[in-house]
């Protein structure tokens, strides 16, 4: 395979943390890491020859121009979320800015990092997301917007990861690796109230494995921007909590319906504050997307297909019954 030169943005993160082992380890590429601060990495770049960390900024992207111009490959995962003139500045204006720094003629592929929940269910962006979305949703809707009039356009592939898990002693944990734990110990309340709501989810490893395959394998250029939503195949959260349960050995004697009436006479009664996004969500409930991809879709071994691995990876016992054997 021809070694490709590739520019990466994010690689401090949980997500780019598992994309920098994937090509460090399995692929002999020249790597190009631009961080903000070089001492967030995790991974070893010290493990091959190739592999070059850059210290800047996606505010001061232009700098990068000469680099950028001789990049066959970009993966952009940088992102921004809190200060909403950053949150603006680094996924809107600063990533455009970069893939406009791009040759179009010798750049056969970019993939740029999304997310899911400004899409719909048929894979369209949800209007609400950029109306009522937060600064982080609503910066990323507009970004997707423009994809279509820059002239890269036909050389992008946008991944919109679903729910992310993520994370250990060597890599960053997701916001939701992070809160785990809540899950078990409330799960003696959750497993007794039942919900009309569903979603995907994909672990950060896995989110790696197809980037590998795509930077190895992109697709044709086909006059527009290429779509892939990253999860595994949905599921309810009923269905959830069912293999949490049998997971940690407990059993479901009854279910309430939380029906969404329910949910918001309890927000009305308890006066509980919620912005307009947070109360979209809550009645749309359902975030499931047409043909998500993971690396089982790909014939690529799956690192946590399953509820119980994702349980099991972030060190949570086993508590079912040991099978009997004859």
């Known amino acids: 395979m021809v070694s490709k ?12 943390h598992y994309i920098a082992d994937a090509l460090i380890q399995q692929t002999d590429h020249d790597l190009f890491f631009f961080v903000r601060n070089p001492q967030k990495l995790k991974f070893n770049y010290n493990a091959r020859p190739g592999i070059t960390i850059i210290q800047g900024e996606m505010q001061e992207i232009e700098r990068m121009e000469r680099l950028l111009k001789t990049v066959d490959c970009a993966i952009l995962a940088a992102t ?10 680094t996924n809107v204006t600063k990533t455009i800015r970069l893939m406009n720094l791009l040759d179009p003629l010798l750049c056969e592929q ?19 997301a950029g109306k009522i979305g937060t600064d982080y949703i609503r910066s990323k809707y507009l970004c997707h917007q423009q994809l279509p009039k820059l002239a890269i356009a036909p050389k992008i592939t946008t991944l919109f ?26 799960i003696d309340l959750i497993r007794f109230l039942q919900t009309d709501a569903s979603f995907h989810y994909l672990h950060a490893q896995d989110i790696a494995q197809v980037v590998l395959y795509l930077v190895n ?15 595994n195949p949905v599921l309810t959260v009923n269905q959830a909590v069912e293999e949490v349960c049998a997971y940690l050995n407990k059993r479901i004697f009854f279910r309430i319906p939380l029906s969404i009436q329910l949910a918001n006479l309890l927000i009305k009664l308890f006066h509980i504050q919620m912005a307009d996004w947070d109360r ?22 799956a690192y946590c297909p399953t509820v119980a691995d994702l349980l099991k990876i972030h060190g949570i016992a086993d508590r079912r019954p040991a099978s009997k054997t004859l």
């Open 217 to 231: 394998h992109p697709p044709e250029p086909d006059g527009e921007p290429h779509q892939v939503v990253l999860g």
């Open 5 to 16: 030169r590739i520019f990466i943005t994010g690689g401090s993160g949980c997500i780019g």
């Open 110 to 128: 970019v993939l740029y990092f999304s997310t899911a929940s400004i899409l719909d269910r048929q894979n369209q962006p949800l209007p609400e």
């Open 161 to 186: 990861p679903t729910l992310v898990f993520g994370g250990d002693g060597q890599k960053p944990y997701s916001h939701l690796s992070a809160g785990i734990q809540d899950v078990t110990r409330w």
């Open 280 to 301: 979209f969500c809550l009645n749309y409930r359902h975030f499931a997307y047409q043909k998500p991809v993971h690396p089982g879709l790909l014939d690529l071994p």
């Open 80 to 89: 921004a979320w809190g200060d909403p003139q950053e949150t603006f500045d």
